[in-house]
């Protein structure tokens, strides 16, 4: 009875299915239906590869060494920095700093940033963000008294802009938002948010965990001051990320960590920074990691992404139309701009029982507050389910995570 499963758009998502070997797994004896892209995703080929190549060939811990394989590990390392860059369509790779995620690109902002705030100053977030961009700012409330003032989301699970607007006072020192949420699927306008708060005289931080994975990026298109993304959710390694800073940011700001490699000269009576980036880079990094997410950059570009967007769109339409045949179950996000995420509760059944029971049937989905409390409280719930979809999705697993949705729901309601 389910129509014809292929979905006719220039992208072919069979073909890159199978440089995911752990796309041919079977859970409980059925086909893997891997539909938790926005908690991590899978990794081709060429990112393990990349990783595992370091490690056997030429691993040593880089910037510091006078040999050959830390001169080797030392250049693909920064190849990687070039490789961000390049991807983020910033000015320089002295503009990117690695991190291990977007949780400590943005605690790093948060915490240099907050040096310069005193009692009073507001920090301007929205009902939408990931917990990441949330507590780092926290920190600040409770340990400066700084005021966070909040942008309301619609119940269309949008931005609203004349509110955020609004927000804007002359005590109104910074503004950190998600580019695409994680929940909602919801794209924010980056460039028009940017615009308002420059307008202020305000700088602006995106959240671009999921938008990097999802959208071409152009930083000086959107013109914001600084930009966070992680590379596990971008077919790369975890424990890897970048922040993007605008222009001269970096120079200006307090460094963060104190350690190894970000230092010029260190004696009894004081320090030297080394240059940005190093400045914010303590400590030995994540190597192999790092070289791991340049390697999956090449990867993602390499894609036709413009059909990459076209086909995970097609497949969020075919989800959704099923899912609004479902009775009593409330679709969360149906904003104009949205990426391919699906979340919803359906009355009567939790969403952990849901997607426990969807797990019998070989689907991977994700339930619960998607670390974002305060959206939850905003629509009054306290988890949704979610399903989330990446490039090697395709329109079969969509009609098997239908299939296996109604069979869950008959076994709870
Ligand atoms: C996953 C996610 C984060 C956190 O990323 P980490 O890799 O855990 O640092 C932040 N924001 C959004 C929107 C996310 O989806």
Redesign the pocket.
């Known amino acids: 009875m389910t129509a014809p499963a292929r979905i006719e758009t220039l992208f072919d998502p069979y073909a890159l299915r199978a440089e995911f070997p752990i796309l041919k797994r079977e859970i409980n004896g059925k086909p893997l239906v891997y539909l938790d892209n926005?908690?991590?995703a899978q990794k081709p080929e060429a990112v393990i590869e990349a990783v595992a190549d370091v490690w056997r060939h030429s691993y040593a811990n880089v910037h510091r060494g006078l040999h050959t394989l830390a001169n080797e590990a030392t250049e693909a390392f920064e190849a990687s920095r070039a490789k961000v860059a390049r991807f983020l369509g910033a000015a320089r790779p002295q503009e990117i700093v690695f991190t291990?995620?977007?949780?400590?690109?943005?605690n790093l902002v948060a915490a240099s940033i907050g040096e310069t705030l005193v009692e009073g100053d507001e920090i301007i977030l929205s009902q939408m963000?990931?917990?990441?961009?949330i507590v780092p700012w926290h920190f600040l409330r409770e340990r400066k008294g700084v005021v966070i003032k909040w942008v309301p989301v619609t119940e269309d699970g949008a931005l609203d802009l004349d509110a955020y607007e609004a927000l804007f006072t002359p005590r109104t020192r910074f503004v950190s938002l998600?580019?695409?949420?994680?929940v909602l699927g919801t794209v924010n306008p980056a460039r028009r948010l940017t615009q308002i708060a420059h307008a202020h005289g305000v700088p602006i931080l995106f959240?671009g965990?999921?938008a990097a994975v999802h959208l071409p990026l152009d930083m000086r298109e959107i013109g914001c001051d600084f930009y966070?993304f992680?590379?596990?959710?971008l077919y790369g390694p975890?424990g890897v990320?970048a922040l993007y800073a605008a222009g001269d940011w970096l120079e200006r700001m307090a460094p963060w960590q104190g350690g190894g490699e970000m230092i010029a000269e260190v004696s009894e009576t004081g320090v030297v920074y080394a240059d940005p980036p190093h400045k914010f880079e303590a400590g030995t990094p994540v190597i192999a990691e790092v070289i791991g997410l340049g390697a999956a950059i090449d990867w993602v570009q390499a894609l036709d992404r413009a059909g990459v967007m076209a086909h995970e769109r097609a497949l969020l339409d075919r989800v959704e139309a099923g899912l609004s045949e479902i009775k009593g179950l409330r679709l969360f996000g149906r904003a104009q701009d949205k990426g391919a995420i699906a979340s919803f509760t359906i009355e009567g059944a939790h969403p952990h029982d849901l997607a426990q029971i969807m797990d019998k049937y070989g689907v991977a989905v994700r339930a619960g507050h998607?670390?974002a409390h305060p959206l939850m409280q905003r629509y009054g719930v306290s988890g949704t389910v979610r399903a989330s979809f990446a490039a090697y999705n395709t329109a079969e697993e969509a009609d098997a995570f239908l299939e296996a949705l109604r069979k869950s729901i008959t076994f709870l309601i």
């Open positions: 926005a908690a991590s291990k995620g977007a949780t400590e690109a943005i963000e990931h917990h990441s961009n998600v580019h695409m949420s994680n959240d965990t999921q966070a992680t590379g596990h959710k975890n990320g998607h670390c």
